[in-house]
């Protein structure tokens, strides 16, 4: 890229002169490489410069005045935007350079980065930032799947309890028959020994009043002896 000024040697005004001095003298200070183009001894020049200053940049006659400064063919300005970039540090942005390490531009350039970039961050973490719904989405399935699983280990729990109440059920079942079998049994004993004890009372009750029948007749005999007598 060549930097383009526009310059008229011989020019019959100071202020032009000194804008002149004051834009080349700041380039040669910058060591920035330019190529200086006088209009004054060059019709060519003269008109280039006239015919690619923007419109809206030309004073109200129409006829730009130097320096003017290019970049090529790009438009940079005049001395007045030249003068306020050189006092805001922006030259090289003015004049569509990089800016060289450890300049006071480069770090001015630097610093809009970080600004930049943090901004972005910023941005960015605004854009990642996701909805409570969503971040408690993964955290409300695994709570909602404990609970699942509480109620099926419940229900597991309950249908083993009703399992245990039937087979308890059953068992007490299976015993209650026994129970009464053996009440049963201990009825029919009793029955049989109240027949074997009413029997026994029986055979008592005969084998006495046989006794009291021989009694009888011995008493009977021993009264026949006596009156035989």
């Known amino acids: 890229m060549v930097i383009k000024v526009f310059l008229a040697s011989s020019s019959g ?27 004054a001894c060059n019709e060519d020049n003269r008109m280039w410069m006239r015919q690619n200053v923007p419109e809206d940049k030309k004073p109200a006659n129409g006829i730009p005045l130097p320096p003017q400064i290019f970049n090529e ?32 531009e480069a770090e001015q350039a630097d610093k809009d980065n970080i600004v930049e970039n943090g901004t972005h ?18 955290s409300n399935k695994e709570v909602k799947q404990a609970t699942d699983e509480n109620e099926e280990g419940e229900g597991d729990e309950e249908e083993q309890e009703g399992a245990a109440k039937e087979e308890t059920a059953e068992s007490v079942g299976d015993e209650a028959p026994t129970v009464k079998e053996e009440e049963e049994a201990a009825v029919e004993e009793t029955d049989e020994v109240t027949e074997d004890t009413e029997g026994q009372a029986e055979e008592e009750e005969e084998q006495e009043e046989e006794d009291l029948q021989s009694e009888e007749e011995e008493e009977l005999r021993q009264l026949e002896e006596e009156e035989a007598e």
């Open 73 to 104: 063919e790009s438009y940079c300005g005049d001395y007045d935007t030249f003068f306020d970039a050189k006092e805001d540090n922006l030259v090289y942005t003015f004049l569509g350079l990089p800016p060289p390490p450890g300049s006071k």
């Open 121 to 138: 961050a910023e941005e960015n973490l605004d854009d990642t930032i996701v909805p409570v719904e969503d971040r408690n989405g993964d």
């Open 13 to 39: 005004s100071t202020a032009i002169k000194k804008k002149q001095q004051d834009v080349v003298g700041f380039l040669e200070a910058l060591k920035v490489d330019y190529t200086p183009l006088d209009i």
